[in-house]
């Protein structure tokens, strides 16, 4: 019988949680990857009422994890300010970008055990301008033997280094990601700034590329890099780009039963460019489905 999800809990605050990579925040990123982890509550510890505000409009692809608010007081996150409603409780920073292997690999830890990376590479590590962990699985007897009052972040720390509780490392993760065919080194690092956004995006770039490519996908690649950073921007679905793709498909068959051979490979051209695209812009915005993938 699988293991019953941990209650999970997002730490939100303004401005960090809000920021936007790649057309949507860092906040709703996370609820739509745990949504896709399985995950269907969590409840969300604010300071701030525009995350609230920013959480009020509706989102189909976080749609089935019901939200619950709590407030906390500002700035860092106490002990007793954690709920403690199962044995397992899963506490993320929503300031913070997460590759999902390593949210997933931290869910199905079974004692108190602290997200860290040993090893970052230069890139993130240039986007690390803060120490504090991102996310921790904490047991309920870990939060019951703490002083309250403790600043729960440092006391995770605090114990990680002690060694008195476990530790899930990045660094030591597997890279390999099957769909995609290639390896891919799991990352998380806080919310960048404006100066460090195309650093954060490559990343969310590297993840969404797959890795076996023919030539022609090679030369594709940097334009559809170009059509996807853009389309992240707007409204449009992975949904309505694949049918769009489907109808310029149809045209195309046309073209060539027709003998407009030359509008049809130009129209042939655009259909492969655009079936690059909707996968890139699935994965970077987290907008997967089961039918999808």
């Not at 921790?136 to 972040?153: C, F, I, P, T, Y």
């Amino acid at each position: 019988m699988e293991s019953p999800r941990p209650q999970l809990i997002i730490l939100a605050d303004a401005p960090d949680a809000l920021c936007i990579l790649f057309g949507i925040s860092l906040l709703e990123r996370l609820l739509r990857i745990v949504q896709r982890l399985g995950f269907r509550d969590a409840v969300i510890l604010s300071d701030s009422k525009e995350v609230t505000d920013h959480l009020a409009a509706p989102s189909w692809a976080r749609a089935d994890v019901a939200l619950s608010f709590q407030r906390k007081n500002a700035g860092t996150v106490n002990v007793v300010e954690i709920p403690t409603g199962t044995d397992g409780i899963l506490i993320v920073s929503a300031g913070f970008y997460y590759d999902a292997r390593l949210l997933k690999a931290l869910a199905e830890q079974s004692t108190t055990t602290l997200l860290v990376d040993s090893a970052p590479s230069p890139d993130c590590a240039r986007l690390r301008r803060t120490s504090l962990p991102a996310a921790a699985l904490v047991g309920r007897n870990w939060l019951s033997r703490q002083d309250q009052s403790a600043e729960l972040m440092n006391q995770l720390i605090s114990d990680a280094a002690a060694g008195k509780i476990e530790t899930c490392d990045a660094a030591q993760q597997p890279t390999y990601i099957m769909p995609l065919r290639k390896h891919v080194r799991p990352v998380f690092f806080p919310a960048p700034s404006s100066n460090q956004l195309p650093v954060a995006q490559r990343f969310v770039r590297d993840i969404a590329q797959n890795g076996v490519l023919d030539f022609p996908g090679l030369m594709d690649s940097p334009i559809e890099d170009w059509i996807v950073a853009r389309l992240c921007r707007t409204s449009i679905t992975p949904n309505q780009i694949t049918f769009v793709t489907m109808l310029i498909g149809l045209i195309v068959t046309a073209f060539f039963a027709t003998g407009h051979r030359r509008w049809g490979v130009v129209l042939d051209y655009v259909m492969d460019m655009l079936d690059g695209v909707v996968g890139k812009v699935a994965r970077s915005t987290c907008r997967t489905t089961n039918v999808g993938q």
